[in-house]
């Protein structure tokens, strides 16, 4: 007596083979939604307007002989800045960009120490790849760089 189609292995291991393959793409594609990376900003057009603009702010903080550099000791980050011909230390704006991921992107309003020393205290350690932008209130200057967290000694931001 012959087994009903059903019953047997050959059809059931020839329409499991698609079903994985089906299977497999719709969680492929979840997987992919749920984690996009943005590596392209929305308003490239007035980024691209504005590199003139920085350009300019970053040869002013050159003329004035603007410096920083950055150190670690646990949460905080320490940012001391050369202040050039600048006749006082100014309260900063800085814009901590993270290289891929968008949401951990902060900007904060940090007063300088007697000594120049300006400290950014966080609730956890700076992990990663970060674009780093220090500027005062009124945008005249711009002090810029890349940097990889944790750093092990004071890193020179570099225009």
């Known amino acids: 007596m012959v087994k009903p189609w059903y019953k047997q292995f050959w059809p059931w291991f020839l329409i499991a083979l698609p079903a ?15 984690n996009s990376v943005d590596l392209v900003t929305e308003d490239y ?3 691209g307007k504005g590199i003139n603009v920085d350009i300019s702010k970053v040869n002013i903080a050159k003329e004035l002989g603007l410096s920083a550099s950055i ?6 980050v320490i940012i001391t800045l050369d202040k050039g011909k600048l006749d006082h230390f100014p309260a900063i704006n800085a814009m901590f ?3 891929t991921l968008p949401d951990r992107d902060f900007t904060q309003l940090l007063t300088a120490d007697a ?19 220090l500027s005062p209130h009124n ?15 004071s890193t020179q931001l570099t225009n």
């Open 97 to 99: 960009v993270h290289r």
């Open 20 to 34: 994985t393959v089906v299977i497999w793409t719709i969680m492929t594609v979840i997987v992919f939604t749920e």
């Open 115 to 133: 000594s120049g020393n300006y400290t950014l205290t966080l609730d956890h350690e700076m992990q990663g790849p970060w674009f780093i932008e």
């Open 71 to 76: 150190n670690e000791k646990g949460n905080s």
């Open 139 to 153: 945008s005249e200057w711009l002090v810029q760089g890349r940097m990889n967290f944790p750093i092990e000694t």
């Open 45 to 47: 057009y007035k980024k």
